[in-house]
């Protein structure tokens, strides 16, 4: 059963239940025992919390949260936290379950955790946003901890939102306990290599799948949607591996270069106008034009929902790495592997973020700072092994990669939940 729709929450793709049918699919491939079925059809702990708010004003706001564990099976829960003003229970849950399949996809010792406020960031003051982090820590503070729950960026938030969590959970705890979040500053014992870890990862599973498929990187064209935190040094990744990345879209429009876009030129454009849109060398299209275009990647990198039947069934890229959680729907899968189109999911390929979180966590609980060319090579090392895993299983059982990564993650989770048998 999905978790309640708040009271006025805007109609938009229901994620939990697209979840729960890709994991029933997966249950139904491995013959999943039925407690264990249960178990993970359900989250574990879904806290809603009202967030007070002295406003700069002098007048209380009141906001709503959610910190979700949908599983800690297989260690604490971990996951980010999103300020978006269309957050719900629904959307928290689905990505915490998601983060539950991702973590046991790639191997790390973590379950699914996920958080959010119903928020419009951008109508905040700094100050505003400071005292809503931590009232919303505060009210939080028993369900996250090192050994329990680990937040970490998502969308809107990022290590400065990452450092009050962590100033303001060491204050009530009165101990420093930097592994509370992953994701800070470096300064405050955050991992090098974290900021581009999501983007690095998505390239390692770019390369992974075109060698797979026999197609050439150098040369190939892609596109992005999104221009944010992944899809901007995604662009620059890319384009460092010989790919002309060709059109680049965000919330205000797409734009389209043939050529390939200037990546360094694009980036300053966005960072002086705060949209794609606009740019001098890139000619204006539509959103909707940009996913027909005829290449040979694209990468997703926005919010979820992105890619369902409609836009699946004009799409022209032969390759999708979703970068973004959940953009392709139930649905869209379906229109995608008829005309086969070849799909990295996003449990798999945006995974390089919860790994390098990992590391963090790993270095933050030593005291000990691991070196960037460290982080990077066992960044990459994770992610074709994990990769490996899923391509292999594809192979073996003729499936979908998508279904291929749930199937790992679901087996991964069965034999942890197994063995530790069910409390008293």
């Known amino acids: 059963m999905a978790p309640p729709t708040p009271a006025g929450a805007p109609e938009k793709t229901d994620d939990w239940e697209a979840m729960q049918q890709r994991f029933d699919d997966a249950a139904g491939l491995v013959d999943l025992p039925a407690w264990i079925h249960r178990i993970l059809r359900t989250p574990r702990r879904v806290l809603e919390v009202a967030v007070p708010v002295r406003m700069d004003s002098g007048d209380v706001e009141v906001f709503q949260g959610w910190r979700v564990c949908h599983d800690d099976s297989r260690g604490p829960a971990k996951g980010g936290l999103r300020y978006h003003q269309d957050v719900d229970a629904h959307e928290v849950t689905a990505l915490a379950a998601g983060m539950t399949f991702k973590t046991a996809v790639v191997n790390v010792p973590f379950g699914g955790g996920k958080g959010g406020i119903r928020v419009d960031p951008r109508r905040l003051s700094p100050g505003e946003l400071e005292r809503m982090t931590r009232r919303y820590t505060f009210e939080i503070a028993s369900v996250i901890g090192p050994n329990i729950d680990v937040p970490a960026p998502d969308v809107n938030t990022d290590g400065q939102t990452m450092a009050w969590i962590y100033d303001t959970y060491s204050a009530m705890k009165g101990e420093l306990l930097p592994a509370v979040t992953t994701g800070k500053p470096l300064f405050l014992g955050g991992s090098p290599g974290r900021a581009g870890a999501t983007s690095s990862g998505v ?24 221009f944010g935190k992944v899809g901007a040094p995604l662009s620059f990744l890319l384009s460092s591996a010989g790919m002309r990345v060709v059109a ?25 106008q705060g949209t794609v849109v606009g740019f001098a060398g890139a000619e204006a299209i539509t959103p909707d034009e940009m996913w027909k275009l005829d290449v040979e990647l694209c990468v997703p990198a926005a919010l979820s929902g992105a890619i369902d039947d409609k836009v699946a069934e004009t799409f022209g890229a032969k390759v999708i790495v979703e970068a973004a959680n959940g953009p392709t729907t139930p649905s869209g899968d379906l229109v995608l592997a008829d005309r086969g189109i070849h799909v990295v999911p996003d449990i798999l390929a945006n995974a390089g973020g919860v790994t390098v979180s990992y590391f963090e966590w790993a270095q933050s609980r030593q005291g000990y700072i691991w070196e960037e060319d460290q982080v990077a090579v066992r960044l990459r090392r994770m992610m074709e092994d994990a990769f490996a895993a899923v391509w292999t299983k594809g192979e073996e059982l003729d499936i979908s990669l998508r279904r291929a990564a749930f199937v790992v993650a679901v087996t991964r989770l069965a034999e942890t939940i197994s063995a530790r048998g069910i409390f008293p």
């Open 248 to 272: 680049v879209s965000d919330v205000n429009g797409a734009i389209y270069n043939g050529a390939g876009l200037d990546a360094f030129r694009l980036s300053d454009h966005a960072t002086q």
């Open 203 to 226: 390239v390692t599973c770019a390369r992974e799948v075109f060698a797979k498929l026999g197609m050439p990187i150098a040369g190939s064209r892609a596109i992005v949607q999104g």
